[in-house]
């Protein structure tokens, strides 16, 4: 850009302390013009314009900033007026770019704000506006526009104090969003009404919007802090994605509710609280999630009525934004066969809505279905494998886990889950137990090999039918690990005393063997299992399917070979 000739005055008053200075300027050709005052210690007043400046040449002083040019367009008009006081602030704008048109007149102070005259907007947001806002905002655009889109408000009325938002704000708004358009589906139109105009007055809003495929949206309702609220929500095969549309350059890819529910959405919810004490309820229906609940409020506590049930059927890319959330530093990526079904029963569930705290979630019984999961070998599915001597997936291979039902409860946030018989990788029957707690977001838990799995891994015969070798699993949600060295400590244990007579006969022979032997002998109990394990719940699923399942050969651990030769095998 090119400056053109500037003309800066000033004049001074030192008895009064004030400056007054003038600006006229212009670049390419685009006039620029400011004057104002200053009146110590203070005191500022400025007002100016500019006609259709080049807006390349504001880019410059907007270091962090977005790119302005596929936001407003190629040029600028704009009149401003800017006064501010120890007592208070004023601006007054006027703009009038290729895609933006904007009026205000805002007054405050350090604790309140209020509109000076009915306030609007209409901006056409461009694909290339959109992406180039949400990569700056988030560092990535989820979804892209595939046309030209307006987005209109008017705000006839604001005013709030920041000591009391909710309780002061006074406001009256329309939004519209007209043909919004993305991934193969159009939204022709989204209104939005936003009504709080005297205090002894709720809080109203009302939200439609239609889709070209046949999807309808309407909220609708009132509230009044604290607790008090009449809201009716209605989603009928509404795309999902629209929502990430608007959430995305602000969320990024963390959460997306198209990848969560799929493509279209079916959801009607509604509550009728007075002073957080009333019913509410929902049922949504989509291509892989379905939920329904019926509960009470009282004092802001949630209870249920009727069982809370969820049915998800999980895809590679639900584990992944699942794993994002958790920040889970291990590679994760896995998929249901079937539904995965959650039900939490009335008798002992509570959670307090008006003050969510983790900590205060009870639930009195759960249950928790997975059934076959297949996994990814990676991350501790690859180091169970590992632990267990199974050559036969390589790294990224699909592996199956098939969970018996999850019973379990939780008091003060803590999760405590009963033990639950896995089906791993259709050979080694394992099983696990343990704590979650959710205000920590850590697991204490157990994973516990079976006789029969250690059997068919290690070839260890004879082990008592009960038996099972634990190893701790434990860490915060972003870093669950299995202690792998004290798994091998254990398993080592076990064969070395399963074998102890043989070991010594095999090293030593005559007297020193039989002492050798002797030593051995008096090395205790069966190690490993030894603490007290929770007894299974039988039927397992895969006992149903097929209770011949046949366990009884080794794979991978030879059992003709020496008991010395079996033991380095395992810590090789």
Not at 66 to 76: A, K, S
Not at 97 to 103: A, E, H
Not at 477 to 484: A, G, L, R, V
Not at 519 to 536: M, N, Q, R, S
Request: charged share 15%; glycine share 8%; hydrophobic share 35%.
């Amino acid at each position: 850009s090119k400056a053109g000739e500037t003309n800066l005055q000033f004049t001074s008053d030192i008895s009064s302390k004030q400056v007054q200075f003038a600006l006229n300027s212009s670049i390419d050709g685009s006039p620029l013009s400011a004057e104002g005052t200053y009146n110590s210690p203070s005191d500022i007043k400025i007002s100016g314009s500019c006609d259709k400046l080049p807006v390349a040449s504001v880019q410059p002083f907007l270091t962090n900033g977005p790119q302005l040019l596929p936001l407003i367009g190629d040029t600028l008009t704009t009149h401003f007026q800017v006064e501010t006081a120890k007592a208070s602030n004023f601006l007054k704008i006027n703009t009038v770019s290729p895609l933006l048109q904007l009026t205000a007149a805002l007054k405050g102070d350090d604790n309140s704000l209020e509109l000076m005259q009915p306030a609007s907007f209409v901006w056409t947001v461009t694909p290339e506006g959109y992406s180039n806002l949400a990569t700056w905002l988030k560092g990535s655009a989820v979804y892209s526009l595939s046309q030209p889109a307006t987005l209109k408000g008017s705000i006839s009325t604001f005013s709030v104090n920041f000591n009391q938002i909710l309780e002061s704000a006074l406001y009256d708004a329309n939004l519209t969003a007209d043909g919004v358009a993305f991934s193969n589906t159009t939204i022709p139109q989204i209104l939005i009404h936003l009504s709080h105009k005297e205090p002894s007055s709720p809080h109203a809003f009302q939200m439609s919007a239609s889709a070209d495929t046949q999807g309808k949206l309407l909220c609708q309702g009132s509230f009044n802090p604290p607790g008090t609220a009449d809201i009716n929500l209605l989603l009928q095969q509404f795309p999902s994605a629209t929502f990430d549309l608007f959430t995305s350059p602000f969320l990024g890819n963390q959460f997306s509710l198209a990848t969560l529910c799929g493509p279209v959405i079916n959801l009607k919810g509604s509550t009728t609280l007075n002073q957080w004490n009333g019913p509410c309820s929902f049922e949504l229906h989509s291509a892989n999630l379905r939920s329904s609940l019926q509960g009470a409020l009282k004092e802001g506590i949630l209870t249920l009525i009727q069982p809370l049930q969820l049915q998800l059927t999980i895809t590679p890319q639900i584990s992944t934004m699942l794993a994002k959330m958790s920040k889970s530093k291990e590679p994760v990526s896995y998929r249901s066969v079937g539904p995965v079904t959650f039900v939490v029963q009335p008798q002992g569930f509570s959670y307090p809505i008006s003050q969510p705290d983790l900590s205060q979630i009870q639930i009195g019984s759960a249950r928790l279905e997975l059934g076959k999961l297949l996994c990814r070998n990676q991350g501790n599915i690859q180091s169970t494998l590992g632990l267990l001597k199974s050559g036969q997936y390589r790294s990224g291979d699909e592996v199956e886990l098939w969970f018996a039902p999850c019973d379990f409860t939780a008091t003060n946030g803590i999760i405590n889950y009963e033990r639950t018989e896995i089906l791993f990788a259709k050979d080694y029957q394992v099983c696990t137990w343990g704590n979650v707690d959710l205000p920590r977001s850590y697991v204490d838990a157990t994973l516990g090999l079976t006789a029969s799995c250690l059997k068919r891994a290690f070839g260890v015969p004879n082990l008592p039918k009960n038996y099972l070798l634990q190893i701790p699993v434990r860490g915060p949600f972003s870093n669950i690990e299995i202690d792998k060295s004290k798994a091998t400590s254990k398993i080592g244990s076990l064969m070395l005393w399963q074998q102890k007579g043989d070991i010594a006969g095999g090293l030593l022979k005559g007297p020193a063997g039989k002492f050798f032997g002797e030593a051995l002998d008096k090395l205790g109990p069966l190690p490993g299992g030894d603490e007290d394990a929770p007894p299974p719940k039988r039927p397992f699923p895969w006992e149903q399917e097929d209770d011949s399942r046949n366990t009884s050969d080794a794979k991978h651990i030879d059992p003709t070979d020496s008991p010395l030769k079996q033991v380095l095998k395992l810590v090789r």
